[in-house]
Protein backbone atom coordinates (compact mmCIF):
# COMPACT_ATOMS: atom_id res chain seq x y z
CA UNK A 1 0.00 0.00 0.00
CA UNK A 2 2.78 2.38 0.61
CA UNK A 3 4.31 1.62 -2.64
CA UNK A 4 1.19 2.94 -4.48
CA UNK A 5 1.46 6.06 -2.68
CA UNK A 6 4.84 6.26 -5.18
CA UNK A 7 5.71 7.07 -8.56
CA UNK A 8 3.46 8.38 -11.74
CA UNK A 9 -0.49 8.11 -11.41
CA UNK A 10 -2.18 5.33 -13.02
CA UNK A 11 -5.91 5.33 -14.02
CA UNK A 12 -5.40 1.33 -13.24
CA UNK A 13 -4.59 1.93 -9.52
CA UNK A 14 -7.74 3.66 -8.80
CA UNK A 15 -9.51 1.20 -10.88
CA UNK A 16 -8.73 -1.32 -8.44
CA UNK A 17 -8.84 0.66 -5.48
CA UNK A 18 -12.50 1.21 -6.58
CA UNK A 19 -13.37 -2.47 -7.84
CA UNK A 20 -11.74 -3.56 -4.40
CA UNK A 21 -13.97 -1.36 -2.49
CA UNK A 22 -17.76 -3.37 -2.70
CA UNK A 23 -18.25 -6.62 -0.77
CA UNK A 24 -20.42 -9.45 -1.60
CA UNK A 25 -22.83 -8.04 1.74
CA UNK A 26 -23.04 -4.77 -0.57
CA UNK A 27 -20.71 -2.99 1.53
CA UNK A 28 -18.17 -0.53 1.49
CA UNK A 29 -14.81 -1.19 2.78
CA UNK A 30 -13.01 2.15 3.81
CA UNK A 31 -9.07 1.22 2.94
CA UNK A 32 -9.31 0.89 -0.65
CA UNK A 33 -12.05 3.81 -0.66
CA UNK A 34 -9.77 6.13 0.74
CA UNK A 35 -6.89 4.55 -1.20
CA UNK A 36 -8.58 5.63 -4.55
CA UNK A 37 -9.09 9.23 -3.53
CA UNK A 38 -5.43 9.29 -2.44
CA UNK A 39 -5.12 8.13 -6.07
CA UNK A 40 -6.99 10.66 -7.22
CA UNK A 41 -5.50 13.40 -5.32
CA UNK A 42 -2.15 12.81 -6.62
CA UNK A 43 -3.81 13.08 -9.93
CA UNK A 44 -5.04 16.75 -8.96
CA UNK A 45 -1.79 17.58 -7.81
CA UNK A 46 0.01 16.80 -10.69
CA UNK A 47 -2.13 19.07 -12.59
CA UNK A 48 -0.73 21.91 -11.02
CA UNK A 49 -0.71 24.88 -8.47
CA UNK A 50 -4.12 26.12 -9.69
CA UNK A 51 -5.98 23.06 -8.22
CA UNK A 52 -4.20 23.29 -4.64
CA UNK A 53 -7.24 24.50 -3.02
CA UNK A 54 -9.16 21.62 -4.48
CA UNK A 55 -6.33 18.85 -3.31
CA UNK A 56 -5.86 20.51 -0.05
CA UNK A 57 -9.70 20.13 0.80
CA UNK A 58 -9.71 16.64 -0.21
CA UNK A 59 -6.34 15.77 1.49
CA UNK A 60 -7.57 17.30 5.01
CA UNK A 61 -10.31 14.69 4.28
CA UNK A 62 -9.26 12.06 3.81
CA UNK A 63 -6.87 12.60 6.25
CA UNK A 64 -9.80 13.14 8.68
CA UNK A 65 -11.79 9.82 7.70
CA UNK A 66 -8.19 7.83 7.89
CA UNK A 67 -8.03 9.08 11.36
CA UNK A 68 -11.10 8.01 12.27
CA UNK A 69 -10.74 4.67 10.56
CA UNK A 70 -7.68 3.79 12.20
CA UNK A 71 -9.02 5.07 16.11
CA UNK A 72 -12.73 2.86 16.02
CA UNK A 73 -10.84 0.00 13.54
CA UNK A 74 -13.97 0.64 10.92
CA UNK A 75 -13.77 -1.76 8.13
CA UNK A 76 -16.48 -0.39 6.10
CA UNK A 77 -18.51 2.77 5.83
CA UNK A 78 -21.82 0.66 7.19
CA UNK A 79 -19.79 0.46 10.33
CA UNK A 80 -18.80 4.15 10.60
CA UNK A 81 -22.39 5.23 9.62
CA UNK A 82 -23.93 2.80 12.43
CA UNK A 83 -21.52 4.23 15.03
CA UNK A 84 -21.76 7.74 14.61
CA UNK A 85 -25.85 7.28 14.46
CA UNK A 86 -25.65 5.61 17.91
CA UNK A 87 -24.90 9.17 19.76
CA UNK A 88 -28.50 10.00 18.07
CA UNK A 89 -29.11 12.32 14.91
CA UNK A 90 -28.99 15.62 16.45
CA UNK A 91 -25.44 15.18 18.08
CA UNK A 92 -23.84 14.00 14.69
CA UNK A 93 -25.76 16.96 12.98
CA UNK A 94 -23.71 19.22 15.59
CA UNK A 95 -20.45 17.77 14.81
CA UNK A 96 -18.13 19.32 12.26
CA UNK A 97 -15.56 16.71 12.14
CA UNK A 98 -18.31 13.52 11.89
CA UNK A 99 -16.92 11.02 9.55
CA UNK A 100 -20.36 11.05 7.76
CA UNK A 101 -20.80 14.69 6.91
CA UNK A 102 -16.68 14.14 5.64
CA UNK A 103 -17.71 11.47 3.48
CA UNK A 104 -20.71 13.07 2.67
CA UNK A 105 -18.44 15.93 0.77
CA UNK A 106 -16.26 12.97 -1.15
CA UNK A 107 -19.48 11.37 -2.27
CA UNK A 108 -20.74 14.28 -3.74
CA UNK A 109 -17.19 14.40 -5.76
CA UNK A 110 -17.56 10.95 -6.63
CA UNK A 111 -20.73 11.63 -8.24
CA UNK A 112 -19.14 14.83 -9.73
CA UNK A 113 -15.87 12.06 -11.54
CA UNK A 114 -18.39 9.64 -12.57
CA UNK A 115 -19.86 12.33 -14.79
CA UNK A 116 -16.40 13.92 -15.93
CA UNK A 117 -15.43 10.63 -16.90
CA UNK A 118 -18.38 9.57 -18.44
CA UNK A 119 -17.77 12.65 -20.47
CA UNK A 120 -14.24 11.87 -21.25
CA UNK A 121 -14.85 8.80 -22.72
CA UNK A 122 -18.05 10.58 -24.61
CA UNK A 123 -14.62 12.51 -26.70
CA UNK A 124 -16.35 15.98 -26.33
CA UNK A 125 -12.91 17.01 -26.73
CA UNK A 126 -13.13 20.37 -24.42
CA UNK A 127 -12.10 19.07 -20.65
CA UNK A 128 -13.28 22.52 -19.34
CA UNK A 129 -16.60 22.11 -20.44
CA UNK A 130 -17.04 18.94 -19.44
CA UNK A 131 -15.58 19.54 -16.24
CA UNK A 132 -18.08 22.32 -15.47
CA UNK A 133 -20.86 20.36 -16.87
CA UNK A 134 -20.04 17.56 -14.05
CA UNK A 135 -19.94 20.28 -11.19
CA UNK A 136 -22.81 22.22 -12.16
CA UNK A 137 -24.79 18.69 -11.95
CA UNK A 138 -23.44 17.55 -8.77
CA UNK A 139 -21.16 19.46 -6.01
CA UNK A 140 -22.19 23.42 -7.46
CA UNK A 141 -25.14 23.13 -5.82
CA UNK A 142 -23.67 22.51 -2.50
CA UNK A 143 -21.09 24.85 -3.14
CA UNK A 144 -21.06 28.88 -2.02
CA UNK A 145 -20.85 31.28 -4.43
CA UNK A 146 -16.61 32.09 -3.90
CA UNK A 147 -16.16 28.64 -4.19
CA UNK A 148 -18.19 28.12 -7.52
CA UNK A 149 -16.52 31.01 -9.48
CA UNK A 150 -12.89 30.05 -7.76
CA UNK A 151 -13.89 25.93 -9.75
CA UNK A 152 -15.04 27.42 -12.57
CA UNK A 153 -11.95 29.46 -13.29
CA UNK A 154 -9.34 26.73 -12.45
CA UNK A 155 -11.21 24.42 -14.67
CA UNK A 156 -9.76 26.32 -17.87
CA UNK A 157 -6.36 25.49 -16.66
CA UNK A 158 -7.54 21.58 -17.26
CA UNK A 159 -5.31 19.86 -19.79
CA UNK A 160 -6.94 18.86 -23.25
CA UNK A 161 -8.47 15.35 -23.54
CA UNK A 162 -5.56 14.09 -25.36
CA UNK A 163 -3.48 14.86 -22.31
CA UNK A 164 -5.23 13.87 -20.17
CA UNK A 165 -5.68 10.47 -21.58
CA UNK A 166 -1.96 10.11 -21.53
CA UNK A 167 -1.37 11.23 -17.66
CA UNK A 168 -3.59 8.12 -17.17
CA UNK A 169 -0.69 6.09 -18.30
CA UNK A 170 -2.48 2.94 -19.63
CA UNK A 171 -1.75 3.14 -22.95
CA UNK A 172 -3.28 3.83 -25.93
CA UNK A 173 -5.78 6.79 -26.26
CA UNK A 174 -8.24 3.74 -27.14
CA UNK A 175 -6.71 1.81 -23.67
CA UNK A 176 -7.40 4.57 -21.94
CA UNK A 177 -11.04 4.91 -23.10
CA UNK A 178 -11.45 1.15 -22.41
CA UNK A 179 -10.51 1.35 -19.00
CA UNK A 180 -12.70 3.99 -18.44
CA UNK A 181 -15.38 1.99 -19.64
CA UNK A 182 -14.16 -0.54 -16.94
CA UNK A 183 -13.81 1.79 -13.88
CA UNK A 184 -17.00 3.81 -14.42
CA UNK A 185 -19.18 1.16 -13.08
CA UNK A 186 -17.22 0.49 -10.06
CA UNK A 187 -17.39 4.09 -9.35
CA UNK A 188 -21.15 4.23 -9.80
CA UNK A 189 -21.57 0.95 -7.62
CA UNK A 190 -19.69 3.01 -4.67
CA UNK A 191 -21.87 5.86 -5.74
CA UNK A 192 -25.09 4.27 -5.27
CA UNK A 193 -24.49 2.03 -2.11
CA UNK A 194 -23.05 4.88 -0.45
CA UNK A 195 -26.42 7.41 -1.49
CA UNK A 196 -28.52 4.42 -0.81
CA UNK A 197 -27.22 4.58 3.04
CA UNK A 198 -27.27 8.29 3.40
CA UNK A 199 -30.36 8.31 2.23
CA UNK A 200 -32.23 5.23 4.41
CA UNK A 201 -30.90 7.56 7.70
CA UNK A 202 -31.78 11.04 6.39
CA UNK A 203 -28.02 12.03 6.11
CA UNK A 204 -27.59 13.61 2.69
CA UNK A 205 -28.24 17.32 4.09
CA UNK A 206 -25.42 16.59 6.83
CA UNK A 207 -24.46 20.33 7.59
C1 LIG B 1 -9.55 17.50 -12.73
C2 LIG B 1 -10.17 18.66 -12.10
C3 LIG B 1 -10.53 18.45 -10.71
C4 LIG B 1 -11.71 19.17 -10.36
C5 LIG B 1 -12.33 18.72 -9.10
C6 LIG B 1 -13.78 19.07 -9.05
C7 LIG B 1 -14.23 19.45 -7.76
C8 LIG B 1 -14.24 20.91 -7.55
C9 LIG B 1 -14.47 21.19 -6.14
C10 LIG B 1 -14.11 22.51 -5.68
C11 LIG B 1 -13.96 22.47 -4.20
C12 LIG B 1 -13.07 23.45 -3.62
C13 LIG B 1 -12.54 23.41 -2.28
C14 LIG B 1 -13.35 23.48 -1.06
C15 LIG B 1 -14.51 22.93 -0.93
C16 LIG B 1 -15.22 22.69 0.34
O1 LIG B 1 -15.84 23.84 0.81
C17 LIG B 1 -16.23 21.60 0.08
C18 LIG B 1 -17.17 21.41 1.23
O2 LIG B 1 -16.48 20.99 2.35
P1 LIG B 1 -16.80 21.67 3.76
O3 LIG B 1 -15.95 20.95 4.76
O4 LIG B 1 -16.45 23.13 3.60
O5 LIG B 1 -18.28 21.48 3.99
N1 LIG B 1 -15.52 20.40 -0.22
C19 LIG B 1 -15.94 19.53 -1.16
O6 LIG B 1 -16.96 19.70 -1.77
C20 LIG B 1 -15.06 18.32 -1.43
C21 LIG B 1 -14.38 18.50 -2.72
C22 LIG B 1 -13.42 17.39 -2.97
C23 LIG B 1 -12.90 17.44 -4.35
C24 LIG B 1 -11.97 16.31 -4.63
C25 LIG B 1 -11.54 16.30 -6.02
C26 LIG B 1 -10.54 15.25 -6.26
C27 LIG B 1 -10.24 15.24 -7.70
C28 LIG B 1 -9.51 14.45 -8.29
C29 LIG B 1 -9.11 14.57 -9.71
C30 LIG B 1 -9.69 13.58 -10.51
C31 LIG B 1 -9.25 13.61 -11.91
C32 LIG B 1 -10.06 12.67 -12.67
C33 LIG B 1 -9.54 12.24 -13.93
C34 LIG B 1 -8.41 11.34 -13.83
C35 LIG B 1 -8.63 10.03 -14.35
C36 LIG B 1 -8.89 9.07 -13.29
Known sequence: MAAAAAGPFSLREVLDAFRRCVTEQREVLLEPYLSGW?????????????????SKDAVSKVALLEA?????????????????????PAALRARPDSGCRTVLRLHRALRWLQLFLEGLRSGEPRTSVLCTDAYNASLAE??????????TVAFCALPSRDAFLEIMNVGSAEEAV????????YIGDVYGITQELFA????????
Open 178 to 185: AMLGEAIP
Open 68 to 88: HRQQHRFVSLQALVQHELAAG
Open 142 to 151: HHPWVVRKAA
Open 200 to 207: KHKLLDLP
Open 38 to 54: RGLIRFLQSLGAVFSFI
